[in-house]
Nanobody
Framework: QVQLVESGGGLVQPGGSLRLSCAAS????????MGWYRQAPGKQRELVARITSGGSTNYADSVKGRFTISRDNAKNTVYLQMSSLKPEDTAVYYC????????????????WGQGTQVTVSS
């Protein structure tokens, strides 16, 4: 079954940087649309950034110019480089894949990681 495993979260001071990674398995990664979402306490989950199979990206207005999403198809991994972090970036960050699993390549589905906590605080 498809697995998405996030890493790289933690505690960082305002203005600092973090890089999140999401390693995917059992998905046809090269054609998947990969994304990062986040959910702060008491708020709905929101899209942070997304990258298509062709490398096109889009970002939430709140993170434009500060966050960069990228992918390495050879490693089946998507990254989120976060810079100039603010306290309002504090949330659980989730990796998302919209694509086809190796076991059921005729279906396109959404898959989620377990989430990684990012806390921005002094």
């Amino acid at each position: 079954q498809v697995q998405l495993v996030e890493s790289g979260g933690g505690l960082v001071q305002p203005g600092g940087s973090l890089r999140l990674s999401c390693a995917a398995s059992e998905i046809i990664f090269s054609i998947a649309v990969m994304g990062w979402y986040r959910q702060a306490p008491g708020k709905q989950r929101e899209l942070v950034a997304r990258i298509t199979s062709g490398g096109s990206t889009n970002y939430a207005d709140s993170v434009k110019g500060r966050f960069t999403i990228s992918r390495d198809n050879a490693k089946n991994t998507v990254y989120l480089q976060m810079s100039s972090l603010k306290p309002e970036d504090t949330a659980v960050y989730y990796c998302n894949a919209n694509g086809r699993s190796r076991l059921r390549p005729w279906d396109r589905d959404d898959y989620w990681g377990q989430g990684t906590q990012v806390t921005v605080s002094s």
